[in-house]
């Protein structure tokens, strides 16, 4: 990998460090870290909202009938879990669902 | 034995940087030079972690990062998927992993041995958190045969104290007995 | 006993962080101040657990910034404590008022630097752009190579800044990650033994220090020709560190059975036709490199930097002259000149050593790791500059 200033080849396309947050956000799919994800049950939940108002990345998303958790930046960090008045949502290991061989 | 490097991934909060540590410290009593150090950009839990451990006969003077790992440490089975988590990995090389399963295929042609064992279930069960690093040093000490049991443990005396010494020596004591070594030709 | 005076030799497998905080508990500060900043913040845990286990007696004061850090170590300097800080890049320019207070008062703080790139592209990653912006504040700086390096400079450090005839705060910097963060063998020597090294200091004559309730004052208004007397005696002082870091290393050595050159140390200079200047942690992976050329039959040696501040003109010509190429590996950048700052400080010498091809390598930016095959290219470069062939000046590396 060679520093280069080619435009083509630059991570940046301005002279600072500025980074377009709706169409490139420069930052890690935060949902590679998790290590549980929030699993909704469909028929406990009641859309009621509460665990997109906890979430503190903002990313439960209202799925017409219920809610769930957007994971490519879900952290695992269970608040949802915790806060749902219906006990609809239950934490599970990334175990579970993991690709467990590398391509 | 020549000088071995090992590669250790994991998540901040998992022990990476101490099991890397704590494996310096255990060679320091065999006698060897030792480097270790980690890698990473924000302190936080969750967030990948690389550190890396040398030792040597001879004095360690290179202060790079690891390249052409003799033996690898996966920490938390969801790095599997990471593409770049094998390369440079030397022929006949050697991984422990944190699984409750065995590996299906051979994920690298250089990959000779595994050892493998449930340490985040050994940890909650020895120590009550998931703190797996302790169980997978003592999986390596059988599965590499580089160094003893009794080593570790006495390494792990520059760290812990107390209760907390005994919990993890037992945890590294399950390692030891229960990883389960897959070999591949 | 108390635990302090009952810290005896041993060697344990410490990460360079604390084996700074040993070097500076070891020293018996009087009082500490710093502030916690990735990736010093060990550092400064590790002295306040020795603080509250009675391993270190001081007065730890938790300040609220790093620029408050550098004026309470100033002022207690000044009223005659032995004092310690630490801190890395937003740190560092943070108390970068105070610390032209503490050189203009000639007050012997020593301070830990460990280096990370400074603000503008956030990066918690090392780099010595940090030292490169503080560079004519005033303080002498010195760069370590390894732990066991920085535990000794340390101790080092506080006989040189409070020596009579220097009173010049110190900076000593390291690498963060690669040095802060690494684990090595570190032989912690027994605290008399550095009671005994510092004991020359109290034979010396004692310098001015403020006392409460005397009519005594530093900081007066340095009108006309008063403030170019000061600085002129301050740029004395400076002249005179060079010397005395020689002669501090060879004590050292004589105490404790390590030396580390003084103000540059050479490897394999001597029968060498190119060389390769740096400092910090490359110097380590360097000399594996130079020892593989070697075997090829290249002859080329290494000068590591030791002294940045005052830069080690002598002894850097002596070790430079005669040779046919000369490359200066940088991990910072020098705005002005379009290359690094070190290799702009080494050029200027250029008529001390003859007028050769010189060339600047910069590497290691933002915890970009300066890797062997790096350190080949570099070698293979300057080598080739000096069979004449035509060459880039500057090189960016990976």
């Given at each position: 990998m060679a520093v280069t200033e080619k435009k083509e080849c630059c991570i940046f396309e301005t002279e600072a460090s500025w980074s377009y947050a709706n169409s490139h956000l420069l930052c890690l799919k935060t949902g590679e870290w998790r290590t549980e994800r929030p699993v909704v049950n469909r028929e406990i939940?009641?859309?009621?909202?509460i665990c997109f108002t906890y979430c503190p990345p903002q990313c439960m998303v209202d799925d017409g009938d219920y809610y769930k958790a957007n994971l490519e930046f879900c952290k695992g960090c269970g608040i949802c879990a915790k806060e749902c008045p219906k006990g609809a949502i239950t934490m599970r290991s990334e175990g579970d669902y993991a690709n467990e061989c590398p391509k | 034995m020549s000088g071995k490097e090992i590669r250790f991934h994991g998540r901040g909060g998992q022990g990476a940087v101490m099991a890397a540590k704590m494996l310096a410290s255990v060679m320091a009593r065999e006698g060897k030079h030792v480097a270790s150090f980690p890698m990473y950009g924000f302190e936080r839990r969750g967030m990948p972690v690389i550190a890396f451990t040398r030792f040597n006969d001879e004095i360690i003077r290179e202060k790079t990062q690891i390249y052409a790992p003799d033996c690898l440490m996966v920490i938390d089975p969801t790095l599997l998927s990471l593409e770049t988590l094998f390369t440079g990995l030397k022929p006949g090389g050697i991984l422990i992993l944190n699984s409750p399963r065995q590996l299906e295929t051979q994920p690298s042609q250089n990959l000779e041995k595994a050892g493998i064992i449930n340490a985040t279930h050994v940890a909650l069960c020895e120590i009550g958190r998931d703190i797996p690093n302790t169980c997978l040093i003592g999986a390596m000490a059988k599965t590499t045969g580089w160094f003893s049991l009794d080593s570790v443990i006495k390494g792990m005396e520059d760290y812990l104290t107390g209760s907390m010494l005994k919990k993890n020596i037992r945890n590294a004591e399950r390692g030891y007995d229960e990883v389960e070594v897959q070999r591949w030709q | 006993m108390s635990a302090q005076n009952r810290v005896s030799n041993q060697t344990k497998v410490i990460t360079g962080n604390a084996a700074a905080a040993y070097g500076a508990m070891l020293c018996r500060p009087d009082v500490v101040a710093a502030y916690p900043i990735t990736p010093q913040s060990e550092l400064i845990e590790q002295l306040a657990q020795f603080h509250a286990d009675g391993i270190l007696d001081c007065e730890y004061v938790t300040v609220e910034g790093e620029n408050s850090a550098q004026n309470v170590v100033c002022g207690a300097s000044m009223a005659g404590g032995r004092t310690f800080t630490a801190t890395s890049s937003y740190g560092l320019v943070y108390m970068y008022d105070a610390m032209f207070n503490t050189a203009g008062y000639r007050a012997p703080v020593v301070m830990i630097n460990v280096n990370r790139e400074p603000p503008g592209i956030h990066a918690v990653c090392s780099g010595q752009q940090d030292m490169i912006s503080v560079r004519d504040t005033g303080w002498v700086q010195l760069i370590a190579e390894t732990c066991q390096e920085i535990l000794d400079l340390t101790i080092q450090a506080f006989r040189l800044a409070e020596d009579y005839s220097i009173q010049l705060p110190v900076i000593i910097n390291y690498d963060g990650y690669y040095l802060s963060f690494l684990a090595e063998s570190v032989n912690i020597p027994a605290i008399e033994d550095v009671d005994k090294y510092l004991s020359v200091l109290k034979s010396q004559p004692k310098r001015p220090t403020l006392i409460p309730g005397e009519a005594i004052g530093c900081g007066s208004h340095g009108i006309g020709m008063g403030y170019v007397e000061l600085r002129r005696k301050h740029m004395a002082a400076m002249d005179r560190v060079m010397p005395i870091v020689d002669v501090i290393d060879e004590e050292f050595g004589q105490a404790f059975g390590r030396r580390y050159g003084g103000q540059i140390e050479t490897y394999r200079t001597e029968d060498a036709d190119i060389v390769l200047v740096t400092s910090g942690s490359a110097v380590g992976t360097a000399r594996t490199v130079i020892d593989a050329k070697r075997e090829e039959g290249m002859k080329v040696g290494l000068v590591k930097l030791r002294l940045y501040r005052p830069f080690p003109v002598l002894r850097l010509s002596d070790a430079l002259k005669g040779k046919k190429a000369i490359g200066v590996l940088d991990r910072s950048i020098c705005f002005g000149w379009g290359c690094g700052p070190l290799y702009m400080e080494t050029k200027a010498i250029s008529s001390n050593i003859g007028h050769v091809p010189m060339l600047s390598f910069i590497d290691?930016?933002?915890?970009?790791d300066i890797t062997k095959e790096h350190i080949g290219q570099m070698i293979d470069t300057i080598f080739k500059a000096s069979q004449g062939d035509s060459y880039q000046e500057v090189t960016w590396l990976p």
């Open positions: 939940c009641n859309s009621c909202g | - | 290691g930016l933002a915890n970009m």
